[in-house]
């Protein structure tokens, strides 16, 4: 279970203030898959990096009971200048796993190989996005942030991601933000539109696609 | 309820210990890479530096200076304030530097400091130990006459240099204009490090003032081992103590701080 209690997110830059989010409630029991639903801009990345821990909230708190993945998105969670296998030795390091399983595994699934061995600075958001869906798959987690990611692969990316993760791992949470309404009808059982820093919570996933359709 | 909570910490400092071999390596590898020599490089700097001092004090000033080496002597000034520099310099901006590994909650901003301080440290006694072994075939250095309070007073060194670099690394990140002060800063403290005199070479009003400095007193402690009856040094170890451990506090107040607002890419 994810609880997200009173959250509040402030960025200050020099003397502007703007308040992302604002006194946002959200519980996620084990199993939901919650679409996050906003315009660009409106805190949808917020608000994942607040429920990955990547940022602090301003005031308010985040309580996980299981195993959060990080924010799989276009940025972060890598280090440009070294190369993947590197990356994937050192995420094996500090979660503590067997580094040729998961070398195995994102070899296999990421289908780069002998990129693995340039540094990821030099890979397209494409190649990034399926190194961290392979380390992050290679890992297990109780609950996947996706951030937007889901769509920038190719067709073959794409099935396998769907494979892995919403066949094999189909008992596992997710919060997945996303633009696609097809995307979202397909996976999701729950949404919440985020607007104006608040959020509204939405059982009915279609409901919530059509509200932000007329946002 | 008190088992659970020493059984939690244990686990946290497995983690922790952990994330910052894995930050270790992951520095090494992106700074000095796999090729040629590979990670000694991290002793290449203070060698190079204190080696250069060094030839050039001996040419300059001659053999010696108050009755001990003037090679050796330099070398036991130069080391220190090179960690320190580079420890300093290391700190600035290391939080944003390693912005896109916080989203991995086991690691946390002091590992990044630790580890950074940790490889500093590292090429510090290395380079130390290389140069003082060739000094002591060239009868350059003495064969230290209290080894353990040397190392005490590198110890103390360390200590403070770390606990600096604790309020240096938030203070970056709070205000550019720390960055451009840092160099400046470093710069301007070199005659209060004790690199360039014994405190007993000073007259005794002057000598009260630079005792003041913890480093002084670490660099005392770390010359009095080296050269025992040789040199009269002066030193209160309590002073680097103290001074470490109230801006270790102040620092980790500031780092904690910091962390709450720390935007990350």
């Known amino acids: 279970m994810i609880i997200c209690r009173n959250i509040c997110k402030t960025y200050k830059h020099g003397s502007n203030r703007k308040q992302v989010l604002n006194n946002i409630n959200l519980v996620v029991e084990r199993g939901d898959r919650v679409a996050l639903l906003g315009r660009n801009g409106a805190g ?14 301003t005031s308010g708190k985040v309580v996980r009971n299981m195993a959060v993945s990080w924010p799989l998105g276009f940025a972060g969670g890598f280090q440009g200048s070294l190369t993947g296998y590197d990356n994937a030795r050192f995420i094996a390091r500090i979660y503590q796993r067997d580094y040729s399983e998961i070398r195995d595994f994102v070899e296999d699934f990421t289908e780069l190989g002998k990129q693995l061995k340039t540094p990821v600075k030099t890979y397209s958001s494409g190649m990034r996005a399926r190194l961290a869906f392979a380390l992050s798959l290679a890992i297990e987690f109780d609950c ?27 008992d596992r949470t997710m919060i997945l933000a996303s633009h696609s309404p097809h995307v979202i009808r397909q996976l999701c059982n729950r949404a919440v539109i985020i607007h104006n820093g608040e959020a509204s919570e939405y059982n009915d996933v279609n409901l919530a696609v059509e509200k932000y359709t007329n946002l | 309820m008190a088992s659970t909570g020493l059984s ?40 190079l530096f204190a080696g250069l001092v060094a030839i050039v004090w001996r040419l300059m000033k001659g053999t010696s200076e108050h009755g001990i080496g003037m090679a050796a002597f330099a070398v036991s000034g130069y080391i220190p304030i090179t960690l320190f520099r580079h420890g300093v310099s290391r700190s600035v901006a290391a939080f944003t530097a390693n912005g896109s590994l916080l989203y991995h909650r086991q690691i946390k901003i002091l590992d990044f400091i630790i580890a950074r301080f940790i490889i500093e440290v590292l090429g510090g006694m290395m380079a130390y130990i290389f140069i003082a072994s060739i000094l002591i075939f060239f009868k350059e250095f003495p064969i230290p006459d209290d080894i353990g309070l040397f190392i005490a007073g590198w110890s103390i060194y360390c200590l403070f240099t770390f606990s600096l670099c604790l309020i240096i690394a938030p203070l970056s990140e709070m205000s550019e204009a720390m960055e451009k002060f840092v160099p400046v800063t470093t710069y301007i403290m070199l005659p209060f490090s004790g690199l360039f005199l014994m405190a007993s070479w000073l007259t005794p009003k002057v000598r009260e003032y630079m005792l003041l400095s913890p480093f002084v007193n670490a660099m005392e402690m770390m010359r009095k081992g080296i050269w025992g009856d040789q040199i009269t040094a002066y030193y209160d170890p309590w002073n680097p103590i103290v001074c470490s451990i109230v801006a270790a506090a102040i620092g980790l107040v500031l780092c904690r701080r910091v962390r709450r607002t720390l935007s990350i890419q």
């Open chain 1, 44 to 57: 949808k990345s917020t608000l994942i990096k607040l429920i990955g821990g990547v940022e602090m909230p």
């Open chain 1, 144 to 170: 996947y942030l996706i951030d937007e990611i889901i769509l920038v692969g190719d067709q073959n990316f794409n099935r396998k991601c769907h494979y892995e993760l919403f066949e094999k791992r189909r």
């Open chain 2, 8 to 47: 939690r910490l244990r686990k946290g400092w497995a983690i922790q210990i952990r994330v910052i071999h894995a930050l270790m390596i992951r520095e090494l590898t992106t700074r000095f890479g796999r090729e040629n020599i590979g990670f000694l490089w991290i002793m290449a700097e203070p060698l």
